[in-house]
């Protein structure tokens, strides 16, 4: 909390890495900021400062060449080709089944993949550093960039956040 307990522009609930990335750059932005958490304070960081925070990502720069397909391919179940086939017609001609299907948006996996690179700039302002870490998972096939420290570092690096 900065400023006056009483009265803030935003109160961002949970201080995980979504809930301090939104309280850190709203911050910086010069709103006055809330950020609420259940857990004791020593225990801050939700699921957070669990993970290795393994990211695909080619460099500090670029997502791993999988980034986009990979994504695509999990974001939503297995669908019905035919369902599927119906979503490249008028919204409003779709059967309900296809207008409610669970598929995540190619702008919004785009948008994600273009701001990678401009977001880990961002968290190394913060003195958060990467590198190419060993890692405990099987598959080799694509590239993996952590956070040293993992994810606890991405919270816990706090000496210079401006909350
Ligand atoms: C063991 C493990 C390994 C993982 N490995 C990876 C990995 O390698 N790469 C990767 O990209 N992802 C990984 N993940 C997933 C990743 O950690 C999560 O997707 C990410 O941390 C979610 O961040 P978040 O801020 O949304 O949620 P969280 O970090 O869970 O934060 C949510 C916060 O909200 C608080 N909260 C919830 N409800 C309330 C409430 N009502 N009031 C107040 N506070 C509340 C919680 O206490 C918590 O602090 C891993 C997860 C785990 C558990």
């Known amino acids: 909390m900065t400023g006056d307990s009483d009265s803030a522009d935003l109160i961002v609930v949970g201080s995980g890495i979504a809930g301090l990335a939104a309280a850190v750059s709203a911050r910086q932005r010069g709103a006055r900021v809330i950020l609420l958490e259940r857990a004791p304070r020593e225990d801050r960081g939700g699921n957070t400062r669990w993970t290795e925070a393994f990211m695909r990502m080619r460099s500090e720069n670029e997502v791993a060449h999988?980034?986009?397909?990979?994504?695509a391919a999990n974001s939503g179940a297995h669908l019905d080709p035919a369902l599927v086939?119906?979503?490249?017609?008028?919204?409003?001609?779709?059967?309900?089944?296809?207008?409610t299907l669970s598929m995540t948006d190619p702008d919004l996996?785009?948008?994600f993949a273009d701001h990678a690179g401009p977001t880990l700039a961002w968290l190394k302002t913060f003195g958060?550093?990467?590198?190419?870490?060993?890692?405990?998972?099987?598959?080799t096939s694509t590239t993996r960039l952590a956070p040293v420290?993992?994810?606890?570092?991405?919270?816990?690096?706090?000496?210079?956040c401006p909350l």
Do not use: K, W
């Open 109 to 111: 996996i785009a948008t």
């Open 66 to 71: 999988d980034f986009i397909s990979h994504f």
């Open 149 to 160: 420290g993992g994810g606890l570092a991405l919270g816990g690096q706090r000496r210079r």
């Open 128 to 139: 958060v550093r990467f590198d190419f870490l060993p890692s405990y998972l099987i598959t």
């Open 85 to 99: 086939a119906e979503t490249t017609g008028d919204f409003d001609t779709r059967s309900s089944l296809s207008r």
